[in-house]
């Protein structure tokens, strides 16, 4: 049976609370079953061809999406055993380690990452949102430009880089960056979202809403996204239609601080 090498299990992160998007790398969970069924067909792989590092690189990547984080490691870390020089398995690792809050353990495997291959953009990748998280952004800058050199069709590493630009203050490049990662990848919520916050900052409110709108039409249940789409609404002076968002953020997360912010400042209660 042929075996698939597992991709890095995710790159691309959401805005965080206030747009600086310090939160760690995602790995989406899937609840359909189909990972579960994969695992069992990997473990056979396994069982058949026990030296096979790309079987346990891809089971553990398997095992990370629904959540199974201990054995996802275990999986790695056999990987890496069978093959030191499997930089996927090194970097699948690492962001399950930033998944259960072990990120000196994660930077060292981005560092093992590139040594084994210094052309495997997502370990640059990666580290450079290890590195932004740790607001070292010296760094997370550095990697994330060589990131787009190596893969420069991919929109994730547009995305981080224009979280930096815009946590510096920098809003036209982030806007910049936030539109190739569009371009590169127009279904993804988080760069709409992050865009719009910039336009708020410079003053382009309909583009702004634009954006808000877009996103949340991805995804709706991103409390930022409401209470950005409020403070552009609140910004052009329309006080019902900024209650709504930033009302519509509190339901998602009654600790959105934004949007209670919003809502104290034009007079609403939450």
């Known amino acids: 049976m042929m075996v698939v090498a597992a991709t890095l299990l995710a790159g691309c992160e959401t805005v965080s609370r206030g747009g600086a998007g310090a ?47 201990s054995d996802a490691i275990g999986d790695f870390t056999k990987a890496v055993e069978i093959n030191p020089g499997l930089a996927a398995a090194y970097t699948n690792r690492a962001l399950a380690l930033r998944q259960t809050g072990r990120n000196d353990q994660a930077l060292v495997d981005f560092n093992r990452a590139v040594q084994a291959d210094p052309n495997y953009g997502p370990a640059y990748l990666g580290r450079a949102n290890l590195y932004r998280a740790q607001n070292s952004f010296n760094e997370a800058f550095a990697d994330l430009s060589q990131a787009i050199r190596l893969s420069p069709e991919s929109a994730q590493p547009y995305h981080a880089r224009g979280l930096i630009y815009q946590r510096q203050g920098q809003h036209p490049q982030a806007i910049n960056d936030f539109d190739a990662a569009i371009d590169r990848d127009p279904f993804a919520a988080a760069p709409y979202l992050a865009r719009g916050q910039s336009l708020v900052v410079t003053g382009k409110l309909d583009q702004a809403i634009e954006d808000f709108n877009a996103g949340l039409n991805v995804d709706n249940r991103s409390a930022d996204g409401w209470a950005g789409l409020g403070l552009a609404w609140e910004r052009k002076g329309d006080r019902a239609k900024a209650q709504e968002n930033y009302q519509r953020a509190l339901t998602i997360d009654q600790g959105n601080a934004a949007a209670r912010a919003g809502l104290q400042r034009i007079g609403a209660r939450a």
């Open 23 to 69: 939160g760690v790398a995602e790995i989406t969970e899937d609840r359909s079953g189909a990972q579960q069924t994969n695992i069992s067909s990997l473990t056979e792989v396994i069982k058949a061809s026990p030296n096979d590092a790309n079987a346990y690189n891809t089971r553990g990547a398997a095992y990370a999406r629904i959540g199974r984080f």
